[in-house]
């Protein structure tokens, strides 16, 4: 089936800093979805790409739909000690029926 | 609140036991799904339910099974469980199958003993 790779797996930054991550696949999806999980809890969805070559951006967060359809890119920007937890990219698969998701990056922020 | 609730919030169950988890959600949404998560392993989707029909079935054991009476509530029961069964379990809705966003709920923390 379609798979979603994310890099880092992991990663710890200082506050303040800005932070890359991305999900590649060797498939083309249409739609893809970016889901942040605290400890404990569910994803919520943090921004929402529909087309091909689209930039999004949500406050400090920027997300960006390949052109070739196969990754998709987020950014934060300075980041805060909130913004820790896992980090999920999802795209929508080839039937358009469900949504596969990345093994996500784990973000730490030190103070 | 986001509009999907599970409950209970964590559960401890033994082999033999036999248990049910629940989900609501108050977005009008047509589709319901019932996802595993397991440490450092991506979501697992499990069922999935468009207008209380069950239209997927991801090759999950007979010891987990799905209710969906309504559009707007979705059970998992359980039962004869095993160790490897403990894991965070996920509920989550979307306005149609493949439409939009799915929207979670907290998830259901399940530990067998």
């Known amino acids: 089936g379609q798979q979603l790779n994310q890099s880092p797996q992991s990663m710890f930054i200082q506050e303040g800093e800005d932070v890359s991550m991305n999900c590649t696949s060797s498939s083309i999806f249409n739609t893809w979805l970016w889901y942040k999980q605290d400890p404990g809890e569910g994803p919520v969805l943090l921004i929402a790409?529909?087309?091909?070559?689209e930039l999004t951006s949500n406050g400090r967060l920027t997300a960006q739909f390949g052109i070739t359809r196969k990754d998709s890119f987020l950014n934060i920007s300075a980041s805060i000690p909130s913004d820790v937890g896992i980090y999920f990219c999802a795209g929508l698969d080839n039937y358009g029926q469900n949504f596969v998701f990345g093994p996500g990056t784990r973000l730490s922020v030190l103070p | 609140e986001t509009g999907v609730t599970q409950t209970p919030r964590h559960l401890v169950m033994g082999m033999t036991n036999k248990k049910s988890l629940k989900c609501e959600q108050h977005l009008g949404h047509n589709a319901m799904y019932w996802y595993k998560q397991s440490a450092k392993k991506p979501l697992e989707l499990m069922f999935v339910?468009?207008?209380?029909?069950?239209?997927e079935n991801n090759s999950v054991p007979s010891r987990f099974s799905p209710e969906c009476p309504n559009s707007s509530h979705l059970f998992l029961h359980l039962h004869t469980l095993q160790p490897e069964d403990s894991a965070l379990y996920l509920c989550a809705s979307s306005q149609d199958p493949g439409q939009g966003y799915y929207t979670f709920g907290s998830g259901t923390r399940l530990t067998v003993v």
């Open positions: 790409l529909y087309k091909a070559g």
């Open positions: 339910y468009n207008f209380k029909e069950q239209t």
